[in-house]
């Protein structure tokens, strides 16, 4: 059986939230997830059928294969040692179904393993080791700030500025992406889950730690020359070739926390030289040959978790299962595309 966490924080209904009453909210406070979407929009534009965050995207197959260690750790079947399919999503961060290939920003693998008995494992990564805000409160704050001006269309300096200062870890994502070259591919990238899980032993002995997905031919990236010359949109042309040539796979790495660690925010990466335990291969087996396929009305749940993973403390976990629901009715409704 699946196993849902309920995200109790997310679905309760909050009041609505205007910037100046988010500033003052307590960090851990619930955020109306309609509240959360209407924000999106409002910053980043509505674009109808399309995810309202990693709206570029690409629906892909694989297989995963657990690794012993990976057994000792954590009773999921997901670690059995058979193959597992896995249904995947690789998307460009951000709300345009436009944007730019060639830019210094986010890419995400989102990930579903189809575990026997029905059960099913859901996650969204990103290519960054950490997220954009610590708390659902300090995310909507972040958003709001970013929102253009009617008069000049872009954001208004000073607000952004005043919130960035009042909350510096906002920035961090950003910064690591900007001193990142241009992934070449989408199979070319390591993909961080930013939150801490706890795998969960037969012995009942629970593990936090944090995990990345390590490409197994290794990390490239695109000079500026490059980027400029591959031009707006290369990455699913790319990610078909180097499938079909069976070179797409990626580790799957649990780096693991020691007693009294940082466990509960997406801001604050492990400690460098942290064991990293191998959980298993993942290999991307076909990729589609357009805007369908399985992912496409999957919103990738990180609540979704198989019995052996659990969530940390981490309030931004369950805070993204309510506007994801939200976002996913809305472009159901919209009609749902991706490219
Ligand atoms: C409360 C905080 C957050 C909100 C409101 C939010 C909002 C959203 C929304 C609306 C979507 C589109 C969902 C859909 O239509 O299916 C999305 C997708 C995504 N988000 Fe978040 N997000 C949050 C936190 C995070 C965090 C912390 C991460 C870090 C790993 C993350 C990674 C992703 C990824 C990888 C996708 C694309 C998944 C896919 O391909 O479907 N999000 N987010």
Redesign the pocket.
Known sequence: MTKLFLPAA?LAVAATVSLETSAQAPAGAP?D?TT??DQ?EQTFGKYEGY????AK?ICATGEFVGSADARALSTSSAFSGRPVPVVL???VGGANPKAPDNARSQR???LQFNLPDGESWQM???SAPV?G?SS?QQ??GRVASLQPDPATRMPDAAKVKAFADANPEVLLQGKYLASQPVPASFGSVNY????AFGFVASSGARQYGKWVFEPVGGLQGLSDDEAKAKGPSFLFDDLRQRVRDGKVAFNFNLELAQAGERIDS?TVPLPAGRTKVNLGLLKVTSVADDGGGA?LT???N?MVLPKGVEPSADP??A??AA??A???G??LTEGPKQQ
């Open positions: 997310a955020v997830p959360f979407i999106f995810r309202r965050s990693g995207g999503r690789f998307s995400n693998m989102a969204g990564n990103i997220f805000a659902p995310f909507l961080w889950g930013v939150h997406a992912c999957i919103t990738y990180p931004m976990i805070a993204r506007p994801y939200v976002g996913l809305r472009r």
